[in-house]
């Protein structure tokens, strides 16, 4: 499976971006989609996840703000993010899991898309 972000960039405080994540490959063997973000100098963390079936998670840090969706047909997920705070600033990464629940274990992901930069200036 291959998995290419994008979506990111500068937004101001308060703005809003949507991040996309396209799978290629053998999709078959997806069902949790998730995404991560390494904000600078510190771990990567799990920002939202989906399974096929629409069950999601997210950190507590984003709830009411993120909203993580995906389109099955086109094998795609997003991360719809309004309200921006200068500490959502991070790399985005966008992963993949063949597992039959919502992931919220970093380990426990398949494969792993390159990064997209987000950075929110005050």
């Known amino acids: 499976v291959q998995l290419q972000a994008s979506g990111g960039g500068l937004v101001q405080a308060g703005g809003s971006l949507r991040l996309s994540c396209a799978a290629s490959g053998s999709i078959f063997s997806i069902n949790v989609m998730g995404w991560y973000r390494q904000p600078p100098g510190k771990e990567r963390e799990l920002v939202a996840a989906?399974?096929?079936?629409?069950?999601?998670n997210y950190a507590d840090s984003v709830k009411g703000r993120f909203t993580i969706s995906r389109d099955n047909a086109k094998n795609t997920v997003y991360l719809q993010m309004n309200s921006l705070k200068p500490e959502d600033t991070a790399v985005y990464y966008c992963?993949?899991?063949?597992?039959?629940?919502?992931?919220?274990?970093?380990?426990?992901?398949?494969?792993w898309g390159q990064g997209t930069q987000v950075t929110v200036s005050s």
């Open positions: 989906i399974t096929s079936g629409g069950t999601t």
């Open positions: 992963a993949a899991s063949g597992r039959s629940f919502v992931v919220t274990t970093r380990s426990l992901y398949d494969c």
